[in-house]
């Protein structure tokens, strides 16, 4: 009697809480639909993001003997802070390493390690830089896995390589670079507070907070890609809507605008896989 | 002493660079940004080949390029406008709404062979029914009903759809008739959807 009291207590209390938290839920997804059809989505779906598929399988990616030299990342693979330490390394990131003699960003180390280390070839890396459907990116999962890993960490980069503050300088200049048929830099859409294209928020990435808006939540699955996606590719697509050519993956403007993109962000806690439209 | 007579043309023009972000900024990032890309579909590398108007707004920015340089710059794109061969400035709203509603062109990942989308919505309200619009541009909902249809507004709206540098210098509106993305028979059709009285931004 006394257990099936406390065991109707138990549902009781748990019908009334998912009652309580389903309502919420709905209310804020519905007043929050009518801005942003992802803010309903992530009601949906909680702290369930699907990157964690991403995330599983760049931990394999990292920690397994692979390539033509067979060797695992995890023993070779130097983010910044060390043979194989992952904690906090995407938060230190672009910086400059000495065995590349570049500033590089999380994507460009990746390929420098996968290719040095495991013996890969460049451009097999980088012709399967985007997965597509079932053939997944060992990139975008190595991204997924290493990003996690800074999670609720700030972002910090003091620029004391002379090659930093250049690329700082260099991306900068390419933020307000304007070009092609339309005109566009980056800052013609970003560089005003409040601002949104259609009904997407434009985040102002030349302050701290629409820098730390945007840059703590990459990479992040894209829904209506249905694939995670890394800075690289976020920052390739707004060029390609900017009317101009093809940016090159881990190519110098890439860097140093994720460099100009991270350093604006400075402070800002890693949130990162994020979940995005 | 000769030496320093050399200088002083440098000496001079060092408070003068100092209010832009520097004169190399934009070869910089043009030198980068071309090791960086490469060609894809109609996206040429000449692409990353800045005008006059663009390279000023670049060096100054997010400040504004002084209003000597800038007088220049308006006057020049000011020339290149052109007004209907037939003196007729309005089209078809429907096909305007049409033109305003769509998002592609001249990116590398559009076909060519199609005409260019103006994106009006992007950046604007229009249509007092689409609720998908953007506030980069100020609203144009009710434009004719608020502005008439004198031939000097039809011809001043013509002229800012046509380029809108020749007005705001760094405006973030694209040069729709100088940059050859919409052609003229598009523009009559965006003007028709601003004026016209059954159109719906005016309904």
Known sequence: MKASAKKFGFWLAAAVTAACSFTATLVWAQSAANQDPVAEYRAMFGDDNPAELWLTRGKDLWTAPRGPKHVALANTCDLGMGVGVIAGAYAHLPRYFVDSGRVQDLESRLLTCMVVQQGFKQADLVANRFGDGDRKSDLEALAAYLVDASRGVPISLPLDHPQEKRAYALGEAIFYYRAGTHDFSCATCHSQPDKRIRLQRLPDLATPEGAREAYTTWPAYRVSQGEVRTMEWRLGDCFRQQRLPEMTYGSDAAIALTMFLAKNAEGGELAAPGLKR | ?203
């Open chain 2, 1 to 203: 002493m000769r030496i320093l007579i050399r200088l002083m043309p440098l000496l001079a023009a060092v408070p003068l660079l100092s209010a832009a972000a520097g004169p190399d900024r934009n070869a910089q990032a043009r030198a980068a940004m071309q090791s960086s890309f490469k060609a894809h579909g109609q996206a040429g590398m000449e692409r990353l080949d800045q005008d006059a108007t663009q390279a000023l707004c670049s060096r100054y920015a997010p400040g504004m390029p002084p209003g000597e340089d800038a007088a220049r710059a308006m006057a020049a794109n000011r020339a290149s406008i052109r007004y209907p061969a037939d003196g007729n400035f309005l089209g078809d709203w429907k096909r305007g709404e049409a033109i305003a509603q769509e998002g592609t062109g001249k990116q590398y990942s559009d076909d060519p062979g199609k005409p260019s989308g103006g994106n009006c919505y992007a950046c604007h309200r229009l249509s007092g029914d689409e609720v998908a619009y953007g506030t980069i541009g100020p609203s144009l909902y009710q434009f004719g009903k608020n502005r008439g249809r004198s031939e000097e507004m039809l011809k001043l709206t013509w002229s800012m759809i046509y380029d809108m540098k020749a007005f705001t210098l760094c405006s973030a509106m694209p040069r729709f008739g100088s940059r050859g993305i919409l052609d003229e028979q598009q523009i009559k059709d965006v003007m028709a959807l601003l004026f016209d009285p059954d159109s719906p931004v005016n309904r």
